[in-house]
């Protein structure tokens, strides 16, 4: 059985074992409490109980994984689709639900959705997430691709991966640009301190944003702009521009949520989404617009 280890830093000292443990991996603290229970996690070699006090330099070894969940079913979740066929859906999902189920998102999904309206996903790709290609974060919202079919499923993962996909989004930042174009090309790990959220780490998967600045505001000071993805990593916009010192308008996550614009999300929209069909080769392009809470920014900036 493989395990999760680390040594505890120093932000982690005097934390609960359960607490530290989700932290770390990302998995509920019911989840880890569960391991606990079971004798699956041990500290310097001790198997310890879930409310035990860590010290710093002490070593953590998970030896358990979270019980699988069982797959999801559909459910009746709206789902806003642009296009469909019989290899492939194109869906425009609003900010605030969550893509696929995790830790903490069992029900409600867009992938629950997805299943009572095309219940043949069910043997698409991975049953725990059927048909997904690739994800945004739950408040992002914009065009996102569905494998309907196998073999379409294979060909779109082949396809992200060779950067074969164009990803375009609508971002509000903080701040004005020095360059009005411009790549961020840095990669992207998990924080060391925050294990929830991600970094720019020398020891991260490599990532690469495209941006150019479309408008400027003056008061308060903010930029729009189009930024395309040419790769994927979790939450590479709003890492990537906060990193450059222009994080994104509404992320409370990094750094976007400050006075002057009141905006419950981070200002981030996936735009525009072009592909070759995978099935039929077909080139396919498509655009959403900006949802109603993002445009009224923009309306209140202009006057």
């Known amino acids: 059985m493989t395990s999760e280890s680390f040594v505890v830093p120093d ?17 509920s603290r019911a989840e880890v409490q569960a391991i606990a229970d079971r004798g699956e996690i041990t500290v310097d070699g001790r198997a310890v109980a879930k409310s035990r006090k860590l010290a710093a330099g002490e070593r953590v070894e998970v030896l358990g994984r979270p019980e699988a969940a069982a797959p999801p079913g559909p459910e009746a979740v709206p789902v806003d689709v642009v296009y469909d066929d019989g290899d492939v859906i194109v869906v425009d999902k609003p900010a605030g639900l969550v893509v696929h189920p995790g830790a903490g998102h069992d029900h409600g999904t867009l992938v629950h959705g997805l299943l009572a309206r095309y219940p043949e996903l069910v043997g698409v790709g991975d049953p725990n997430r059927p048909g997904i290609v690739h994800r945004l974060d739950r408040e992002t919202s914009g065009l996102m691709v569905v494998a309907r079919s196998q073999p379409a499923y294979a060909a779109l993962v082949d396809a992200l991966a060779a950067r074969a996909l164009t990803r375009e989004y609508d971002a509000l930042v903080w701040g004005h640009p020095e360059n009005p174009r411009g ?41 729009r702009m189009r930024c395309r ?19 994104v308008v509404g992320d409370g996550a990094y750094g976007g949520r400050r006075p002057g614009i009141d905006l419950d999300r981070p200002f981030l929209h996936a735009e525009h989404l072009a592909f070759a069909h995978p099935v039929t080769g077909e080139a396919l392009s498509f655009r959403a617009p900006l949802p109603a809470e993002l445009e009224a920014v923009l309306v209140g900036l202009r006057a």
Do not use: N
């Open 11 to 27: 932000a982690l000292a005097g934390q609960r074992v359960d607490r530290a443990v989700a932290m770390v991996t990302g998995w």
């Open 183 to 223: 790549v961020v090309d840095a990669p992207i790990g998990r924080s060391a301190t925050r294990r929830t959220r991600m970094a720019v780490r020398t020891e991260g998967k490599d990532a690469r944003t495209v941006y150019e600045v479309e408008e400027w505001f003056g008061r308060p000071e903010v930029a």
């Open 229 to 247: 993805l040419e790769t994927g990593r979790t939450h590479q916009i709003r890492v990537h521009l906060s990193a450059i010192g222009h994080p």
